[in-house]
């Protein structure tokens, strides 16, 4: 659990933004009941009535106990009040859509009165809420079993997944237990019997999934028992067995299972009892007679434990929220500077006009977040001087990472090294920095990148060469090894992230600092502007023809990583300097 001084970040990145409330719930007034009540009463000439269903007009100090509790918090709260009578299922949910004006949803379980226990208009919410890019804090206040309605609610928001047997070894299975017993089908009955929910959620809560299961969680002595009589006795096999029972479970699950969920779900089923996806944390509570929604949402993320970078992440979304239009206007302060800057985009075309907008776009932005990283700034620095001194220990509580162990730290550096060396692709013509897979070698584009934006090519330079754009690349070279090279720093590594696995190539060997470069020049088609939707283009070079002359071949280049611009502007000056050494006359020893 974090520490007390640790919730308190917390509170401050995540409950100390919330500005507005949305509850849905049944059992509460909303304006338009009681304005509707009121109309009718002036009408008729007599005293409003309320909905006497609704538990609020049997009891209303519980529910204005959780009104007054907002209104008391830190600053007051803003709050609306839905019912969900018209959240029909199957549509987009106005309360969902709703949220994104609200920072905080507090949903009951229960939206039908008439239909006693069901939360299917609750999880369809959540799975909607799941699928938006917007990060909601909902918290589900329900009268009804707590353990139950987090079941319900994991299973609706649970994505299937495929990777829980393969086809092959489910088959194979199959087949070797129908021929093993006479009655397949009681085998099979027997089998899904004892593959229960638990037995499902345990294995897909495994911190190494789809890997063995967590010790601690339900008896499999059944399988043990059902395998042994069977003659399967190989682990292996007895593994598949009760991977292929727990597959039939699934199956059984599937039309409570979230087809378009996030397989990045987590969750603890122990108090306080939360689950998150990347868009959406769902806290849960009891309802009673003092509730204090806010405190209990902190209790769940707290729980959470969401990590540092998170909490700096949420510190600067707060930021940009409080202060953002002080900080637009600041970003617009000179007016000499954006007339220059709008007067250049107006003036382009094509692609050129394509990467003049991203460019201005980027420069306001740097304009927008340096007014409001001072403050972000000083929120990290108050953590971490908050925080114990043990560094190691830290870093294993928060990412699971034990900086300890050689391998752990081997790979944080290499992981750390491609982070800040490369990223993804950006742009759409080729520019510096792009790395390009050209048959089975890669490339690094090293033009400057003024000769590369389309529209620019300089005739007195190139000649009439057409919308063909000449450049230069250098053929990055392997470094094979466990280990990071020697002298990492001597610019000329880069670290790749390819297929999901960091790589490290040389500008040239990797085993001799002194060796060249191998660097050619390509003409690249359509002034190396990228395919559509794609991040391929069609490049030349002149090769040999085997009988004396040159010829030009066609390839087919994919744009798979990019070196960020000052490591890209660092091999740019590498290959100069080597280009233009002196001294070629010069004896050795």
Same mark, same amino acid.
């Given at each position: ?5 640790y ?12 500005r507005?409330?949305?509850?849905v ?12 009540s009121q ?8 005293a409003?009535e &309320? ?5 609020w $007009?049997r009891?209303? =100090?519980?529910?204005q ?9 830190h600053?007051?709260?803003l709050?609306?009040?839905h019912?969900?009578s ?5 549509e ?12 905080l949803?507090v949903?009951?379980?229960?939206l039908?009165?008439?239909l006693?226990g069901?939360?299917?208009?609750? =999880?369809d919410i ?15 206040h329900t009268?009804?079993?707590l353990?139950?309605?987090f079941?319900e609610?994991?299973?609706?928001? &649970? ?5 829980l047997?393969?086809d ?16 397949y ?7 899904l019997?004892?593959?229960t929910?638990e037995?499902y959620l ?6 190494d999934?789809p890997g063995?299961?967590?010790p ?13 009589k069977l003659?399967?006795?190989?682990p ?5 067995v009760y ?6 479970r699934e199956?059984?699950?599937?039309? *409570?299972l ?6 990045n779900?987590?969750w603890?089923?122990?108090?306080p009892?939360w689950m998150?996806?990347?868009?959406v ?16 949402l ?7 434990r969401?990590?540092p970078s *998170?909490?700096?992440l949420a510190a600067?979304?707060?930021e ?6 002080l900080?637009?206007?600041?970003a ?5 500077v954006?007339?220059?800057? $709008? ?5 382009s ?6 990467v003049?907008v ?7 932005s740097?304009?927008?977040l340096?007014?409001?990283?001072p403050?972000?700034?000083n929120?990290?620095?108050r ?21 300890n ?6 790979k944080?550096?290499?992981?750390h090294?491609?982070f ?5 692709v ?5 520019t510096?920095g792009?790395?390009l897979?050209?048959g089975?070698?890669l ?5 400057p990148?003024?000769d590369l934006?389309p529209? *620019?090519?300089?005739?007195?330079r $190139?000649?009439?060469?057409g919308d ?12 094979e090894?466990?280990?990071?090279p020697?002298?990492?720093?001597s610019?000329?590594?880069?670290f ?21 470069p191998?660097?050619f020049?390509?003409?690249?088609s359509?002034?190396g502007r990228?395919l559509?939707?794609?991040?391929k283009l ?15 071949q066609?390839?087919?280049a994919?744009v798979?990583?990019?070196? *960020?611009?000052? $490591? ?9 300097s080597v ?6 006359d010069?004896v050795?020893?």
């Amino acid at each position: 659990m974090p520490s007390e001084e640790y919730k308190d970040f917390i509170k401050e990145a995540f409950i100390e933004p919330i500005r507005s409330v949305l509850i849905v719930d049944d059992d509460y007034p909303t304006f338009d009941e009681v304005l509707a009540s009121q109309i009718k009463a002036n009408h008729q000439g007599r005293a409003p009535e &309320m909905n006497p269903e609704k538990d609020w $007009y049997r009891d209303p =100090i519980s529910i204005q106990g959780v009104l007054n509790r907002f209104r008391a918090s830190h600053q007051p709260l803003l709050v609306d009040i839905h019912d969900g009578s018209n959240v029909n299922i199957g549509e987009e949910y106005k309360a969902a859509g709703h949220l994104h004006q609200s920072d905080l949803l507090v949903l009951d379980y229960q939206l039908d009165r008439h239909l006693q226990g069901d939360g299917t208009k609750a =999880i369809d919410i959540a799975r909607a809420l799941g699928r938006s890019s917007h990060f909601n804090l909902v918290l589900v206040h329900t009268s009804e079993d707590l353990d139950r309605v987090f079941r319900e609610m994991l299973i609706g928001m &649970m994505p299937p997944f495929s990777n829980l047997i393969n086809d092959d070894d489910n088959a194979a299975i199959g087949e070797k237990l129908f021929d093993l017993v006479d009655d397949y089908a009681k085998l099979e009955s027997e089998l899904l019997q004892l593959a229960t929910e638990e037995h499902y959620l345990h294995l897909r809560h495994s911190s190494d999934w789809p890997g063995s299961e967590r010790p601690d969680g339900p008896s499999k002595a059944g399988f043990d028992e059902i395998t042994a009589k069977l003659g399967i006795v190989e682990p292996r096999e007895k593994d598949l067995v009760y991977r292929w029972a727990i597959k039939q479970r699934e199956k059984a699950l599937s039309p *409570r299972l979230n087809d378009e969920g996030s397989l990045n779900l987590s969750w603890s089923e122990e108090y306080p009892k939360w689950m998150r996806t990347d868009s959406v944390f769902i806290a849960f509570s009891n309802k009673g007679r003092n509730d204090d929604l806010l405190e209990e949402l902190l209790q769940a993320l707290t729980a959470w434990r969401p990590r540092p970078s *998170r909490l700096f992440l949420a510190a600067l979304r707060k930021e940009l929220e409080d202060k953002g239009v002080l900080a637009e206007s600041k970003a617009l302060g000179n007016n000499h500077v954006l007339a220059h800057w $709008y007067k250049r985009l107006l003036e382009s075309s094509g692609s050129e006009r394509e990467v003049l907008v991203g460019e201005s776009v980027t420069r306001h932005s740097e304009q927008l977040l340096n007014f409001v990283l001072p403050t972000v700034v000083n929120f990290a620095t108050r953590l971490v001087r908050s925080e114990s001194d043990d560094a190691n220990g830290l870093c294993r509580q928060y990412f699971n990472v034990d900086l300890n162990d050689n391998r752990e730290a081997a790979k944080s550096q290499i992981e750390h090294n491609a982070f800040v060396c490369s990223k993804k692709v950006e742009g759409y013509h080729l520019t510096t920095g792009h790395i390009l897979r050209i048959g089975d070698d890669l490339f690094v584009c090293l033009s400057p990148s003024c000769d590369l934006v389309p529209g *620019r090519k300089s005739e007195v330079r $190139y000649g009439d060469i057409g919308d063909t754009l000449p450049f230069t690349a250098v053929r990055l070279q392997s470094f094979e090894g466990d280990k990071l090279p020697k002298r990492v720093q001597s610019n000329r590594f880069v670290f790749l992230k390819i297929d999901e696995t960091v790589k490290i190539f040389g500008l040239n060997d990797p085993t001799n600092e002194a060796a060249s470069p191998h660097s050619f020049t390509f003409y690249a088609s359509n002034e190396g502007r990228f395919l559509p939707n794609e991040k391929k283009l069609r490049v030349q070079r002149i090769v040999s023809d085997n009988i004396g002359g040159l010829k030009s071949q066609l390839f087919d280049a994919e744009v798979i990583s990019q070196l *960020r611009y000052e $490591y890209a502007l660092n091999l740019l000056q590498k290959l100069g300097s080597v280009s233009g050494r002196v001294g070629l006359d010069f004896v050795g020893k």
